[in-house]
Each structure stands twice: as C-alpha cells, then as structure tokens.
C-alpha cells in the first residue's frame, strides 16, 4: 500500500511525519539493484518574466566548480504520464542543457520549464540524492525567479540481472496489487508488464515490469516505478523536498512489498 501520511522537512533538514515525529529511514544496501533514478521537477516562470537566453549560461556559472560539464542535450523527456491525456503520450521535445558532475555519476539537465536530476550506479542513497535536489533548486532560483513548482516526478529504474535461462522473475519478485502474478512466471522473451493507476486528481503512478535482452548473456529484469505528482508547490527547497520525500517514500513502499527474500539477499550482499 502506497504511504497516506505526509512527512515534513524541516529548514534544518530533519524529517518529520505530519504528527511531529520523525520519519522511518529506509534500509540502506550496499549492493543496490537501481540503474537510474530520476527527479523531475517542473515550474512556471511568473508572465512578466521573459526568460533570457543566457540563462543556460548564468545557471552554469552557478554550479561549474560541482558540474563543469557542459553540453547540449535535446531529448524526449523522461516521463510521460499525462493528466488528461492518453497514458504514454510524450511530452514536446524541448532543448536541454546537460551538466556533469566532476567526479559523481550524477547529471542535472534544465530547460526552461523544468529541472532533471539523474543519479547513476551507483546509487548514493536517498539523502544524498536530495542533498543535490536541494543543491540544484537553491542554484536555479538565482537565475530564474519560478512562481510554482507544477509538477515533482520520480522515477527508479531497477535492473536484476539473470542468472540462467531459465530463471524467471518470480525468484526475485512477489506478487502484489503492482506486480501480477502471471507476468512473474513468464518465459524469457515474452515478459511486460504495464500498470499505471490514478490515485486521486493529481498523483499518479506507474509501474513497469520487462527485461533486457543482452546478445551473450541471460539478460535481466527491469523493475521500474515512476512517481508523479501534478500540483500547485510553493518553490522553496522545503516544500519541494517534502514533496519528493513523500513520492520516494511511496516508491519504496511499491518495493518493499514487492522484493522477495532472494532480492533481498542481494542487495545485502549474501550469495543467492
């Protein structure tokens, strides 16, 4: 079950549930399974401000001495579950700039109407990911002046690899109201699963369940879980790291019932 109760971020960084106590911090592993996770957070910019071209460039002098990479990157952005809309339409491409960390496998790409942090293997940990939310969003604020946050996306991607052909995704997952059974026991090659639920107006989630297949190897699974919320935030490093410590937390909910012993024998680094 996803989480109900919202927990708070208070300006010295504890977290706190909305009842004044402290949350519970999630386990740590260290051999985590996650090839990527993703932090999308959108904004609109007041009508009377004009985004200036250089913007790209004054956000760089920003983070240079962190993230002194520095290149175009026109993509597709990463999530498209839309309100309204039909599930997977894209959203428009738009230009974005991409920004390298120095020495952490870690990437922030901006455009002008949102900012994406990708964390890389190997994952550092949820409160290093939001120490560089926080990070990006205290920079971006000094080159554009957002009126709203209209949207905090998450999205982990989890990667199993297999360990013989005959292996199938029920060693490593359990069924729940995310993961159906059926898909669990399929053969290689005909393994997908997609499930994306509206939870009320303006959260919704996904969850999709597939593998890849590796010319030379058995392949593996993909476990991904994306998060999205669409609605008003005020932009201030607080509320956007409490909206986005609710969506993780949902996200690790959607794991935690799902991993199975196995699973959870590899993450910590016991043979399986």
Same mark, same amino acid.
């Given at each position: ?22 949350? /519970? ?29 250089? $913007? $790209?460039?004054?956000?760089? /002098?920003?983070?240079?001495?962190? $993230? ?33 960390? +120095? ?25 290093? /990911?939001?120490? +560089? ?7 971006? /604020? ?47 090659? #005909? ?26 190897? #058995?392949?593996? #699974? ?51």
């Amino acid at each position: 079950m996803l989480q109900t109760a919202v927990s708070k971020r208070t300006e010295t960084g504890t977290e706190m549930q909305e009842d004044g106590e402290p949350t /519970v911090k999630h386990p740590s592993y260290p051999y985590p399974v996650i090839q990527e996770a993703i932090i999308e957070i959108g904004f609109s910019l007041p009508p009377e401000q004009l985004v200036d071209p250089q $913007f $790209f460039g004054n956000f760089f /002098v920003e983070v240079k001495d962190e $993230f002194p990479n520095l290149q175009p990157a026109p993509i597709q952005p990463m999530f498209n579950i839309q309100f309204g809309g039909t599930p997977g339409a894209p959203i428009p491409v738009a230009t974005v700039m991409r920004y390298q960390h +120095k020495s952490s496998p870690i990437l922030l790409q901006l455009s002008n109407s949102r900012i994406v942090i990708n964390v890389l293997p190997l994952y550092p940990g949820w409160e290093t /990911v939001l120490s +560089k939310i926080e990070y990006a969003w205290v920079r971006l /604020v000094k080159v554009l002046s957002p009126e709203v946050v209209t949207r905090i996306a998450l999205r982990y991607i989890n990667r199993i690899e297999r360990k013989d052909p005959g292996e199938t995704l029920s060693r490593w997952l359990n069924p729940t109201d995310y993961v159906p059974k059926g898909v669990l026991s399929s053969e290689s090659g #005909f393994l997908l699963s997609q499930i994306r639920s509206r939870i009320d107006d303006v959260n919704r989630i996904g969850v999709v369940l597939s593998e890849d297949l590796q010319p030379g190897s #058995f392949g593996a #699974f993909i476990f991904d879980i994306e998060r999205i919320a669409e609605q008003a935030v005020e932009p201030t490093t607080v509320s956007i790291t409490n909206e986005a410590t609710r969506l993780h937390d949902d996200i690790w909910s959607v794991f935690k019932e799902a991993k199975s012993e196995r699973l959870e024998n590899l993450l910590k680094g016991v043979p399986v």
